[in-house]
């Protein structure tokens, strides 16, 4: 393990901004390299998880994202909105979780011209396993107080939400999320019912591409290049 250093480079590099007058510019600057960084260290905790398992952090989410669905198998374009990555990247993954048993092709119950991407059991033991180890090892100390996860996804959440990441404000930022088991909408801060809507089913979106990852991407992200979503104004508190 690399040794800490004396100081907090961020920290610097904030300085210096501020010292060449991008004064307005510094906190953005910060708080964007700081994302970066703290996503290098996450990865490599994660990747120390899954390795050992033959997984990467993409094929761990598809797995899950099949597992947690309702018949335990989707479409590639389905499966593919659902990660919000290009269906080539899909099925790269699909097709190594395929070599090792963990997924397989079935035909579409409706369309002759498409499959369907379908966990198999021993795709669902491996998810299992490698969802407890990542909870056990990572999820469970990140190194920050329950509250301070709170905020931080509301802020993040609402980041992705100006950024035309999805259309409905969430519960993670303090809008309105689906009752997985009614699939009615319930507002997260009253609890109030706002109407039906589909019950959740999946897990969030993830990423695959197998190869070297540019600065800000996932492992298995690098060279994909997904529809660049348009800004959203920020619902008012």
Excluded: C
């Amino acid at each position: 393990m690399t040794p800490p250093l004396q100081y907090d480079p961020v920290a610097q590099a904030h300085q210096n901004w501020v010292g060449h007058g991008w004064d307005e510019s510094a906190d953005a600057m910060a708080a964007v390299t700081s994302l970066f960084r703290v996503q290098q260290i996450l990865m490599a905790r994660i990747d120390a998880v899954l390795r050992p398992l033959d997984l990467t952090f993409a094929r761990f989410e598809m797995l899950t994202l099949l597992g947690f669905s309702r018949t335990g198998a989707m479409p590639l374009a389905k499966a593919s909105s659902r990660l919000q990555v290009h269906p080539t990247s899909v099925t790269n993954t699909v097709e190594r979780l395929g070599q090792a048993g963990l997924v397989e092709r079935q035909p579409h119950p409706t369309d002759g011209r498409a499959n369907l991407i379908a966990i198999t059991p021993q795709g669902r033991d491996l998810a299992l396993q490698a969802a407890r180890e990542l909870n056990r090892e990572v999820f469970s100390d990140l190194g920050l107080p329950a509250r301070d996860l709170t905020g931080l996804n509301r802020i993040l959440g609402t980041l992705r939400f100006a950024a035309g990441d999805f259309a409905e404000a969430s519960a993670l930022m303090g809008g309105s999320a689906p009752d997985t088991e009614s699939g009615v909408v319930t507002d997260a801060a009253s609890g109030s019912r706002a109407g039906a809507s589909e019950a959740a089913t999946e897990v969030a979106p993830g990423v695959e591409k197998e190869g070297a990852t540019p600065p800000g991407r996932m492992p298995d992200q690098a060279g994909t290049e997904p529809a660049r979503p348009r800004k959203r104004r920020l619902p008012r508190a």
